[in-house]
């Protein structure tokens, strides 16, 4: 079975600290990982994936397989970055992005 | 492009009644997935269509039940409705075959209140 674990309900931080969102999976096979972001009142949207090795707003993230994480950071939070998190895992291979594996998310605000 | 579109936004039903509820794909997507979303147990995958097929299908009994017309409008079905069901539905369309950078986009979701 795969399983995504965001160990943290809610974090806080005020603006210019660096924040870092956990995630932990299990998963047998070969996994793809995501964070997607829901700001507030719009609608679930991709942040990154690992695949692509790409910052996003300033976000990173990047799989450690040994430690079975995917954790996302950024050096210096915005007020912007406020919003819910997810991070979502799906099998490998592009035929199955239509199945996700979703955390509990994360609700991050970022204090003036 | 216009993205996913789902409808109603919004919906009120009795305990043991059935609802319909309505994805309309980014145009060229081929795969529709429905996820439920709740306070509790968060977001859940239901099941996904692919070319008018069933392709993969989540832990949820068959009272939940959807499906993929050819021009990969998808529709979702929850019979017997009971209280627990209440929660946000989304949609979310994607290409569904391997491609660089494809990416899953979401609808706004249905929001269903069963009473």
């Known amino acids: 079975a795969q399983r995504v674990t965001q160990p943290e309900k809610l974090l806080s931080v005020f603006k210019g600290a660096p924040v870092e969102l956990k995630c932990n999976y299990s998963y047998s096979g070969s996994p793809e990982l995501f964070w997607y972001v829901q700001y507030s009142r719009q609608r679930l949207q991709l942040l990154l994936r690992h695949i692509s090795r790409e910052s996003i707003k300033g976000f990173t993230a990047d799989l450690n397989k040994g430690e079975t994480s995917f954790h996302l950071k950024k050096p210096f939070a915005q007020e912007e970055d406020s919003a819910m998190y997810y991070c979502?895992?799906?099998?490998?291979?592009?035929?199955?992005?239509?199945?996700?594996?979703f955390g509990q998310g994360t609700i991050l605000t970022v204090h003036p | 492009k216009a993205g996913v579109t789902q409808t109603p936004r919004y919906l009120i039903k009795t305990r043991g009644q059935q609802v319909t509820l309505s994805c309309s794909p980014i145009?060229?997507?081929?795969?529709v997935s429905w996820y439920q979303q709740t306070p509790g147990q968060g977001l859940q995958f239901l099941f996904e269509?692919?070319?008018?097929?069933?392709?993969n299908k989540g832990n949820f009994p068959g009272r939940f039940s959807g499906r993929q017309f050819s021009n990969s409008r998808s529709e979702m079905n929850v019979s017997t409705l009971e209280l627990g069901d209440s929660a946000l539905y989304l949609c979310?369309?994607?290409?569904?075959?391997?491609?660089?950078?494809?990416?899953?986009?979401f609808g706004q979701g249905t929001r269903l209140t069963v009473v």
């Open positions: 979502a895992l799906s099998r490998a291979g592009g035929t199955s992005y239509g199945k996700l594996t």
């Open positions: 269509y692919f070319s008018e097929t069933q392709r």
């Open positions: 145009s060229g997507h081929r795969s």
């Open positions: 979310a369309s994607s290409l569904g075959v391997q491609a660089m950078n494809t990416e899953a986009f």
